[in-house]
Antibody
């Protein structure tokens, strides 16, 4: 059974940093690209970032480019998201999502999702 | 503001057929596949339709997807109370070089 378990969320002040983690199980982690998707409370889904199986391809949504960094450790079956220079508008549930491809592109999609971890940015 | 547009709400009565639209442009829907996700209250999204009109195993055939030009639609026939959820279309945007979601449609079963 595929499982994705996020952690690392919490309350943080504007301008500070946070690191999210996602531990995967139930599939061969280094065979697939992975993503972070976020959802502000009561709002819609927003793709944040994606990383290919070997970290050779990395992309970010415009709203987080230059502030967030995605990474993965295939030996630990883990995906990470480093959030820097946090703003109030970054407050959201952050979901880890598995891709169907090893190097994501227009033909792939998110087939499994974690339950999310809540990041609240407030003073 | 998303580059892909959905109506914020839709509704229907049990047994009815409802459709949810998703409108984009040549750089996204017009040249790429469309996917649909269902998000029940308090849960993570779940894949409903992939590659425009394909249903994953386990998804009832009451759900169907279609695409024409720069628009796509999700149809739900034989509406049930358990279909009350938020529905999101998603695609790839060539200009942004990334995945994009529609703003979501909240479906109410009256």
């Amino acid at each position: 059974e595929v499982q994705l378990v996020e952690s690392g969320g919490g309350l943080v002040q504007p301008g500070r940093s946070l690191r999210l983690s996602c531990v995967a199980s139930g599939f061969t982690f280094d065979d697939y690209a992975m993503h972070w998707v976020r959802q502000a409370p009561g709002k819609g889904l927003e793709w944040v970032s994606g990383i290919s199986w070997n970290s050779g391809r990395i992309d970010y949504g415009d709203s987080v480019k230059g502030r967030f960094t995605i990474s993965r450790d295939n030996a630990k079956n883990s995906l990470y998201l480093q959030l820097n220079s946090l703003r109030a508008e970054d407050t959201a549930f952050y979901y880890c999502a598995k891709d169907t491809l090893y190097n994501y592109d227009s033909t792939g999609y998110f087939d499994y999702w974690g339950q999310g971890t809540l990041v609240t940015v407030s003073s | 503001q998303s580059v892909v547009t959905q109506p914020p709400s839709a509704s229907g009565t049990p047994g009815q057929r409802v459709t949810i639209s998703c409108s984009g442009s040549n750089s996204n829907i017009g040249s790429n596949y469309v996917f649909w996700y269902q998000q029940l209250p308090g849960t993570a999204p779940k894949l409903l339709i992939y590659r425009n009109d394909q249903r994953p195993s386990g998804v009832p055939d009451r759900f169907s997807g279609s695409k024409s030009g720069t628009s796509a639609s999700l149809a739900i026939s034989g509406l049930r109370s358990e279909d009350e959820a938020d529905y999101y279309c998603a695609t790839w945007d060539d200009s942004l070089s990334g995945r994009v979601f529609g703003g979501g449609t909240k479906l109410t079963v009256l």
